[in-house]
């Protein structure tokens, strides 16, 4: 069974930063592509960053420079570090894992961001 799980969300100041960590069980993780996605109250959800299985990396232009993402292929867990947070980061940012072709996703975490 697939499990993605998020932690490290919370509420911080505009200009600060956190970073969020999502662990996987039942994939074979070196070999998924992973990324992070978000959902802010009335919107869509969107990428926000993905890294392959080579560790290439694809930020939305909203966050490039700010956000980082990367992965513990040893520890099955991919990050995102966030810095530079802004107002409208604020949303339920969710994991998400592509293994052979089928979509997995975490249940989510929220980041307050307050100006």
């Known amino acids: 069974q697939v499990q993605l799980v998020e932690s490290g969300g919370g509420l911080v100041q505009a200009g600060g930063s956190l970073r969020l960590s999502c662990a996987a069980s039942g994939i074979i993780f070196s070999i998924d592509p992973m990324g992070w996605y978000r959902q802010a109250p009335g919107k869509q959800r969107e990428l926000v960053a993905a890294?392959?299985?080579?560790?290439?990396?694809n930020y939305a232009d909203s966050v490039r420079g700010r956000f980082t993402i990367s992965r513990d292929n040893a520890k099955s867990t991919v990050y995102l570090e966030m810095n530079s947070l802004k107002p409208e980061d604020t949303a339920v940012y969710y994991c998400?894992?592509?293994?052979?072709?089928?979509?997995?996703w975490g249940k989510g975490t929220l980041v307050t961001v307050s100006s």
């Open positions: 890294i392959s299985s080579g560790g290439t990396t």
């Open positions: 998400n894992a592509n293994h052979f072709g089928i979509s997995y």
